[in-house]
């Protein structure tokens, strides 16, 4: 007989910690400091998991890809979209698919928290759990950070199939938003434009635009085209007059992202 632990791993550094563990491994076994990929990596392996479409997974990318820079040479992603586990019974517009985009195309939080990403530059500045600072090749600053909050212990001890997204408020015990202070030292004086995109559960995701609409759960075209309009980063703007140091503050609501954009102006 085979014992088989089904359990869900609770800890939230285990991507992490599963990095080093595999470098480690890698050693002791002679192979030395060969690139390490993470091709498949995820917080369910459940394809019907309200939290796959949620503000939650924007941040959970995020933290994880902050937290393995330096262990990981590449590291990839599950599903691009939610087609691949999409089955004849289904019939909700979303439905806890792991994918980027929904089956029909919609961008949900975990899309865009790779596309923030994408918009760093070369340059890294610094970085801890919840944030990163760079800047390209043209002086432009370029930071990306989140309000990561792990799932609490109710979340573990039932099934990991959850597709009511109503139960999605009672998975989080931790609902605290970030005041956070950015200071950037030693730049060149002058006037600097400073441009932030985010998602949050009060704009652009797609989970909660279709929570606050729906009158049950099949959605036509129009409802389609709709929310594939609206979800997607509100932007604000503000310009700072600045010494050899710009600080500013920005508000991130529980698991909300954001990609901050920095330059001087002309």
Same mark, same amino acid.
């Given at each position: 007989?085979?014992?088989?632990?089904?359990?869900?791993?609770?800890?939230?550094?285990?991507?992490?910690?599963?990095?080093?563990?595999?470098?480690?491994?890698?050693?002791?076994?002679?192979?030395?400091?060969?690139?390490?990929?993470?091709?498949?990596?995820?917080?369910s392996v459940s394809s019907r998991n309200i939290l796959h479409d949620s503000c939650f997974m924007g941040a959970y990318i995020i933290k994880n890809v902050l937290s393995t820079s330096?262990?990981?040479?590449?590291?990839?992603?599950?599903?691009?979209?939610?087609?691949?586990?999409?089955?004849?019974?289904?019939?909700?517009?979303?439905?806890?698919?792991?994918?980027?985009?929904?089956?029909?195309?919609?961008?949900?939080?975990?899309?865009?928290?790779?596309?923030?990403?994408?918009?760093?530059?070369?340059?890294?500045?610094?970085?801890?759990?919840?944030?990163?600072?760079?800047?390209?090749?043209?002086?432009?600053?370029?930071?990306?950070?989140?309000?990561?909050?792990?799932?609490?212990?109710?979340?573990?001890?039932?099934?990991?199939?959850?597709?009511?997204? $109503?139960?999605? %408020?009672?998975?989080?015990? #931790?609902?605290?938003?970030?005041?956070?202070? !950015?200071? +950037?030292?030693? /730049?060149?004086?002058?006037?600097?434009?400073?441009?932030?995109?985010?998602?949050?559960?009060?704009?652009?995701?797609?989970?909660?635009?279709?929570?606050?609409? $729906?009158?049950? %759960?099949?959605?036509?075209? #129009?409802?389609?085209?709709?929310?594939?309009? !609206?979800? +997607?980063?509100? /932007?604000?703007?503000?310009?700072?007059?600045?010494?050899?140091?710009?600080?500013?503050?920005?508000?991130?609501?529980?698991?909300?992202?954001?990609?901050?954009?920095?330059?001087?102006?002309?």
């Amino acid at each position: 007989n085979v014992l088989i632990d089904g359990r869900r791993v609770q800890n939230e550094d285990y991507v992490k910690e599963w990095m080093d563990e595999v470098r480690a491994i890698a050693r002791t076994a002679g192979f030395g400091d060969k690139k390490l990929y993470g091709t498949e990596w995820n917080c369910s392996v459940s394809s019907r998991n309200i939290l796959h479409d949620s503000c939650f997974m924007g941040a959970y990318i995020i933290k994880n890809v902050l937290s393995t820079s330096g262990r990981a040479d590449i590291l990839a992603y599950w599903g691009a979209s939610d087609l691949h586990s999409e089955y004849f019974d289904l019939s909700s517009i979303l439905y806890g698919g792991e994918g980027l985009l929904s089956r029909d195309g919609i961008r949900k939080p975990a899309y865009f928290a790779f596309d923030f990403l994408n918009h760093l530059g070369g340059t890294i500045l610094g970085y801890g759990e919840n944030y990163i600072i760079t800047q390209n090749s043209m002086g432009d600053y370029r930071i990306v950070c989140c309000n990561y909050k792990h799932p609490g212990i109710l979340y573990y001890q039932e099934r990991e199939d959850i597709q009511d997204m $109503r139960r999605l %408020d009672d998975i989080f015990s #931790d609902h605290q938003e970030i005041q956070a202070k !950015i200071v +950037i030292k030693g /730049i060149e004086p002058g006037r600097y434009q400073i441009k932030i995109r985010k998602i949050n559960r009060d704009t652009g995701s797609v989970q909660d635009e279709w929570r606050r609409i $729906r009158v049950d %759960d099949t959605a036509g075209e #129009d409802d389609i085209a709709y929310l594939k309009s !609206i979800c +997607i980063p509100r /932007i604000s703007v503000q310009s700072l007059d600045c010494g050899k140091d710009l600080q500013f503050r920005t508000v991130l609501l529980e698991q909300e992202i954001q990609y901050i954009h920095i330059k001087r102006s002309i």
